[in-house]
């Protein structure tokens, strides 16, 4: 399976999902701009995407939901160490109530990794935040891990005026 995202503004990713109503592409929105995901085990349809490797994934994406995306920009040396602590995630994760879909993303042609989830809403996703390890500041040796500070991006299935 491929993971594929591309950005832009919500009336132009709204364009691209509407051409291709067939394929599994869920458009995000953020502050400031609108992300589309593509999972497909074919080629994408984006002009410009920034491909995924899958390294865990659980639960579909749904149509609707809180995302949460922790961008996570990984030395060379530090990747192995980053995926043995962090690609296991799934029993931490899946009966936690409001809990939807998890992936867990390594960038083809980038240092960075992306873990992905999707909630019922953002009460569900800080319940869950608090119980498990995700402070990427406090790790260890972090100058030989990271090649920039990671950061958080969230998102909404539905934009302010569809919901």
């Known amino acids: ?41 074919n080629k994408t349809v984006f002009q410009v995407p920034r491909k995924y490797e899958i390294l865990e994934s659980l639960g579909q994406i749904s149509e609707k939901g809180y995302f949460v995306l922790h961008h996570i920009p990984v030395s060379e040396e ?40 999707e909630w019922s809403g953002p009460s569900s996703y800080e319940v869950w935040a608090k119980t498990v390890t995700l402070d990427f500041t406090n ?13 958080v991006s969230n998102y909404h299935a539905q934009s302010e005026e569809e919901a």
């Open 78 to 117: 530090g990747k192995p160490i980053f995926e043995f602590k962090y690609t296991n995630l799934s029993p931490t994760i899946e009966n936690e109530p409001g809990f939807i879909a998890l992936r867990v993303l390594k960038q083809i042609k980038s240092d960075t990794y992306i873990i992905l989830t």
């Open 139 to 151: 790790v260890a040796d972090k100058q030989k891990l990271f090649t920039s500070a990671p950061y």
């Open 1 to 41: 399976m491929n993971f594929y995202m591309t950005s832009g503004t919500p009336e132009f990713m709204q364009s691209i999902k509407k051409k291709h109503p067939h394929d599994h592409i869920f458009i995000l929105h953020g502050t400031g701009n609108s992300l589309l995901i593509h999972e497909t085990d």
